[in-house]
Each structure stands twice: as structure tokens, then as C-alpha cells.
Nanobody
Framework: QVQLGESGGGLVQSGGSLTLSCAASGRINIIYDMAWYRQAPGKQLELVARIIREGKVDYYANFVEGRFTISRDNAKNTVTLHMNRLKPEDTAVYYC??????????????WGQGTQVTVSS
């Protein structure tokens, strides 16, 4: 079984920066897409950014506006989200997500437990 563990959340002032990290552990076979989602209070879960195994970023949400950068390290099975020029509306619980290939016919999506990001005005 594979688990994801996030770190790096916290409280930051508007305009500041944070870096979120997520590491996979357990019986890892191959991790394909990795992504960051977020959920603000009273709002739906939304995709922030997604990166494929080869390292190409294939999605940034419109609200990112060039402020965030997603990257990954396949050797360490990690995905990172660098967030700059943070705004109060970026306040949310951020979750990492991984597409894990276990064997043919079994490719579950794994979720982390989430890390809180709070941006004060």
C-alpha cells in the first residue's frame, strides 16, 4: 500500500511564499501523474496543478496566474508546489494526489491527508 504525506503548510502574510512537499512511501511500483488540489472552507475541491511522470506540467489552474510552480523528483517519489505572491483567497487545505500503477488493471489514485495554508491580509 502506498501513502502520501504532505508538509510545508502554515500561516503566511499576503504576498509571501510557501513551499509544499509531498512524499510517497510504501510499496511503490510506478507513480504516473502527480497533482495538487485545494479546498477552501465552503468550497469544492479544485485542481491547482498537475505534472506527468516525464516532468511536463500539463495543468495550472487559471487562478495560479504564474505564481505557483509544480515539480517532481521521481527518484525520491516526491512532488513539490512552490507558491509565491500568495493571496488571502489562496487559503485552503492543500492535498497532493498521485496516480499509482500497481499492476495491469489496478491503478488507484492516492490522496494525502492535506496541509493547511492560511494567508493573512
Amino acid at each position: 500500500q502506498v501513502q502520501l504525506g504532505e508538509s510545508g503548510g502554515g500561516l503566511v502574510q499576503s504576498g509571501g511564499s510557501l513551499t509544499l512537499s509531498c512524499a510517497a512511501s510504501g510499496r511503490i511500483n510506478i507513480i504516473y501523474d502527480m497533482a495538487w488540489y485545494r479546498q477552501a472552507p465552503g468550497k469544492q475541491l479544485e485542481l491547482v496543478a498537475r505534472i506527468i511522470r516525464e516532468g511536463k506540467v500539463d495543468y495550472y489552474a487559471n487562478f495560479v496566474e504564474g505564481r505557483f510552480t509544480i515539480s517532481r523528483d521521481n527518484a525520491k517519489n516526491t512532488v513539490t508546489l512552490h507558491m509565491n505572491r500568495l493571496k488571502p483567497e489562496d487559503t485552503a487545505v492543500y492535498y497532493c494526489n498521485a496516480d499509482h500503477f500497481e499492476r495491469p488493471g489496478n491503478r488507484p489514485t492516492i490522496w494525502g491527508q492535506g496541509t493547511q495554508v492560511t494567508v493573512s491580509s
